[in-house]
Nanobody
């Protein structure tokens, strides 16, 4: 059974870089054809799709976040990482990693309802405040 566990900084100041790690257990992140997604949920809103890294290391990002986002992996540690540069209070959210998620509607990076994903992490709260 695949399990995901996010770990993050908790509190950041504006302009800093957010780094969240998703540790995967129960299977390899390189297993065909897994796709590992980062999502976030700001307070009082729905879930936003941020980007995905596939089993082969290929990545795709939300157009609105692409300039600030980097998703990578450490195959030796079986971890997926998210970096978000130059954070502002608007980046305050619970950050989730998940496997094999249904994509958002075409042309959108937001989900009206919680998407179907094969496996979810529990999420990690990141607050950006000065």
């Amino acid at each position: 059974q695949v399990q995901l566990q996010e770990s993050g900084p908790g509190l950041l100041e504006p302009s800093q870089t957010l780094s969240v790690i998703c540790t995967v257990s129960g299977d390899s992140i390189t297993t065909k054809y897994y796709a590992w997604t980062w999502l976030r949920q700001p307070p009082g809103t729905g879930l936003e799709w941020m980007g995905v890294i596939a089993y082969d290391g290929s990545t795709h990002y939300s157009p609105s976040l692409k300039s600030r986002t980097s998703i990578s992996r450490d195959t030796a540690k079986n971890q997926i990482s998210l970096q978000l540069k130059s954070v502002t209070p608007e980046d305050t959210a619970v950050y989730f990693c998940a496997r094999d998620c249904d994509p958002p509607s075409p042309g959108s990076t937001w989900y009206a309802l919680k998407p179907k994903c094969a496996t979810w992490g529990q999420g990690t709260q990141v607050t950006v405040a000065s």
